[in-house]
């Protein structure tokens, strides 16, 4: 993945630490990233106190997450001009082609409340990035290793987290009914 000097310079710290998080994962395995720095194309308020430590209240902690939310983004909102100006940052960035594929909320899937279904990219040459907006979701994916043999992984993902699938890895989502996330692709530039 090629990294220009001069836009990694410039680039807002979420955009970096995306774009380091892929300089690891990507074309290798699955992998989850709890981000340091809010993402404001996805209802995040990048309020330049990311890093300030918080003060912890017991009873405010459990009411806070008693619907299994987080603490992540605000209402799992998502501004169109913010995703547009997120996916060709980072695509400057990594070199890659990125687009936005779909804000889905659990509730709306077809068949909801059913086993969840796998899905997979159609041609298997696209890497996703789930950023979760809303709701604490179950993520399942089966793939190929590193090994070159049959793998899978599953995590928990909480508002604000991000979930790197390889591509040709196969997806499904356990999870609250309104629980809210959005797919960014990735691909190399020409496919």
Not at 72 to 88: I, L, M
Not at 107 to 113: H, K, L, N, R, S
Not at 155 to 171: D, I, M, N, T
């Amino acid at each position: 993945m090629d990294m220009p000097e001069e836009a990694w310079g410039r680039a807002a710290p979420h955009l970096r630490e995306i774009a380091l998080f892929l300089s690891v994962h990507l074309d290798r395995a699955p992998g989850v990233l709890w981000p340091e720095y809010d993402n404001p194309a996805f209802g995040d308020i990048d309020d330049g106190d990311d890093t300030v430590d918080t003060v912890y209240d017991e009873g405010a902690g459990e009411a806070e997450d008693a619907d299994d939310t987080g603490a992540g983004s605000a209402g799992g909102g998502v501004c169109p001009a913010q995703v547009d100006r997120f996916t060709a940052e980072l695509a400057s960035l990594t070199g890659l082609s990125v687009r936005l594929d779909q804000v889905e909320t659990a509730g709306d899937a077809p068949g909801a409340g059913e086993d969840p279904a796998w899905t997979r990219q159609s041609g298997g040459r696209e890497h996703l990035l789930i950023h979760q907006l809303a709701g604490a979701v179950t993520w399942q994916l089966t793939g190929t290793g590193e090994s070159g043999r049959p793998d899978s992984f599953q995590c928990r993902l909480l508002p604000g987290e991000v979930l790197y699938v390889p591509a040709g890895w196969s997806r499904r989502r356990v999870g609250a009914p309104q629980a809210r996330c959005v797919v960014i692709c990735l691909a190399d530039k020409g496919h």
